[in-house]
Each structure stands twice: as C-alpha cells, then as structure tokens.
C-alpha cells in the first residue's frame, strides 16, 4: 500500500513537472516576443520574423481594438539591419516597438539592469548587455542603426544608447536591440505601416479562437490573424515530445505497480491458504473466496490512492508555493530568457486519469490470485505447509 502511495504521488509529481514546464515555456515565449496573437502579411516566408509591410495596418488595429478579448496590442517593425558603433559593427534583428504599449505587451522592459525603457518620441536604443560589449558601447553614447528603406535605398539614423537589459537569453542579449517605432518608421521612409501587429488575449486559452475571429473580421487582402501555435511551432513540438517521454514513464510505472501488487496478492495467497481451506471446509464457497480477495484489493486500492493524492498534492503545493529549481534556464537560454525555477501547478485531469488508473491496476493485478484461490480444494488446502 505504502509502495502504491509513493508510486502514485511520483507519477503525479512528474505530470505537474511537465504540465507546469510547459505553462511556463509558453507564458516565456509570447511573453518575450511573439504574442499571443499576430495580424500580419499572409504571404511572408517565415511566420515567426515577417518581412513584408501592411501599408494600412489601421483597419486590422480598428478590429482587435473592438474585440474586448484582446487585452493590449502594439504596432511593430521587426527586420534586420546593421548596428554601428565607433569601434565596431553588428548585424542585429531590430524591434521597433510602441513603448507604451510594448511594456503592456511583453516582459522585455523588466530585463533592463541600467538606464531606463523607451520613449515613444525619443531616438533611444535599448540592447543587451553582450551585443552592447561587442560594440563596445555605453549609456549615453551613440550608435548608427543600418536597414532597408522603402525606395530600396539603405536608411541611416543614430540613436543613443538608454538601456542595457540582461535577460540570461544569448539572442536576446546578444542578437536583437529595440528602438521606438515612430523612429524607425520615419528612417525607413514608411510613416504609418508596420509589419505586424502583436496582441495580447486576456486568456490565452482562447488565443486561437480569437485569431480566427479577428481574421474573419479582416477586410478583403492579404493579411491575416493567426495564433502564437502558428508561430512559435517549435514549443508545440516539445510539448508533444514532452507528452510522448511521459506516457512512456507512466506505461512503465503503472508496470511496476501492477506487478509489485501482483506479487503481494501472491504471496499472500500462499500465506493463507490453510485459512482459506478451513473457510471452505466450514462451507464458504469458492466465490466467496473470490470475492474476499477482490474486496481485500478493492480497500488496498482506495487507500492506496488516497494516501497517493494526499502525498502527491502536498507535494505540488509545496514546490507550487517554492519553486523546484531545475537546469532548465540554460537549456532554453539560448532561444529565450528561460527562469531556472519551476513553480508546480496542479494538473487535476492528468492526476485524475493516473488515480483512476492505478486504482484499476490494483483490481485487475489482484484476479489472478482471487481465482487461483477459488480453486483450491479443501482437503489439500488444509494440507498445504
């Protein structure tokens, strides 16, 4: 019964692991970047970083702004471009963001270590701490931001250096850097457009039902509204991968249950078997016999998996409430600031699935030896040593 609990309060233990994991590398992922929703050009080669401009993306802001689903979206350009310092010069991806909204949007603006966010109107550039060694830059100096401009021509325009944000994240801190989106607009010769537009749901369970409305709502042309699972497709992949690694250690689990329980009826059998002799000899009848043992099983099992659930929900809640340091953080770091801290979070279908299940393994584990004792014969029960 003790080897049931503890089994049970492992298999649920590493479901909130995974469940809780999972929750967490989303909330990350369109927490930093990508959003929970996006309007953007249909025909760009890559979802993730479009590269095609929506000359009006007005009509598309009029419908997330009347969906009341929608808690906070932005304009953004994303491209890359050249950044340039004195001594140095970088490729980079440059965001350029509506700060008032951006720090609605995402988390980036709580990674800065020095100097301050955005201005919407200002000419400021905030960039990690590694791309900003590498140029070899400090707060208050200067760097020349190099992209694309829309006659085809390359667009130059300085921008001094506001904030340094340290995120833990090699991309992050070393590939991307953020400046208001009215400047970028005005180098790039583009007043107005964007080429996307990134919202935030209020529940991001709903975030696929709401892209499809607003996308519904669009006017007639080629953008469209799709999901963070559109986008971030590689978080979908570990997900599966995750589930998939799970249900192969819960498969062997519920194994070792099975016959760890197995065994126990077993050798109990064998240890009672002069008893159950003397029970049929005073005229029990062998159904009798198979019914005590199912019943024996049926309490082994209810007890069992309370005493899982208890130990397994203590369990959750105590690393729910402290956190279960892991060495995730570096794992995702290179792709997003990723925390080393997981916070447990119960997941009360998966854990009712494994209780279920255990439960009925104790049942099923324990026929063969019922019917095995069912067979016994009087006489040669009461002989046995």
């Not at 503890?6 to 369109?30: D, H, N, P, W, Y």
């Not at 921008?159 to 180098?187: H, N």
């Not at 009360?348 to 049942?363: D, E, Q």
């Amino acid at each position: 019964m003790a080897a049931m609990g503890f089994g049970l309060a492992a298999i649920m233990l590493g479901q909130s692991m995974i469940r809780s994991l999972q929750i967490q590398l989303v909330e990350k992922a369109t927490g930093s970047i990508t959003g929970h929703v996006r309007v953007q050009r249909s025909d760009v080669d890559e979802s993730k970083f479009p590269d095609k401009f929506m000359p009006d993306p007005e009509p598309a802001a009029k419908v997330l702004d009347a969906d009341p689903r929608v808690a906070i979206w932005g304009r953004r350009i994303q491209m890359t471009g050249l950044v340039s310092a004195p001594s140095a010069s970088l490729g980079a991806l440059i965001c350029a963001v509506e700060p008032d909204r951006e720090k609605k949007l995402t988390d980036m603006s709580s990674y800065i270590k020095e100097g301050t966010y955005l201005e919407t109107d200002g000419k400021g550039i905030v960039m990690g701490r590694k791309i900003a060694n590498r140029l070899d830059v400090r707060l208050g100096e200067k760097v020349v931001i190099m992209a694309q401009a829309a006659d085809g021509s390359m667009g130059a325009e300085a921008f001094r250096l506001v904030g340094i944000q340290v995120t833990g994240s090699e991309s992050f801190d070393g590939q991307i850097v953020w400046i208001p989106l009215k400047a970028m607009q005005e180098m790039l010769g583009r007043p107005g457009q964007a080429n996307q537009l990134a919202a935030r749901v209020v529940d991001i369970e709903a975030a696929e039902a709401v892209a499809a409305d607003v996308d519904a709502r669009l006017p007639p042309g080629n953008i469209r509204a799709i999901s963070w699972k559109k986008i971030d497709r590689e978080i979908i992949g570990i997900q599966a991968f995750q589930n998939g690694i799970l249900t192969v250690v819960l498969f062997i689990v519920f194994a070792i249950v099975a016959l760890g329980i197995l065994n126990t009826q077993l050798m109990s059998l064998f240890e009672r078997v002069r008893e159950f002799g003397v029970l049929m000899a005073i005229g029990a009848r062998p159904r009798w016999i198979v019914r005590l043992i199912l019943a024996e099983s049926l309490v082994l099992g209810l007890v069992g998996t309370l005493l899982g659930l208890t130990l397994g929900a203590a369990m959750i809640a105590y690393f729910g409430r402290n956190g279960l340091h892991l060495p995730v953080g570096e794992a995702f770091s290179y792709f997003l600031p990723f925390p080393s801290v997981i916070y447990l979070v119960p997941a009360w279908r998966m854990h009712a699935f494994a209780c279920f299940s255990v439960f009925l393994i104790t049942l099923l584990a324990s026929l063969p030896p019922a019917l095995r004792a069912g067979r016994l014969k009087p006489a040669e029960a009461l002989r046995h040593v």
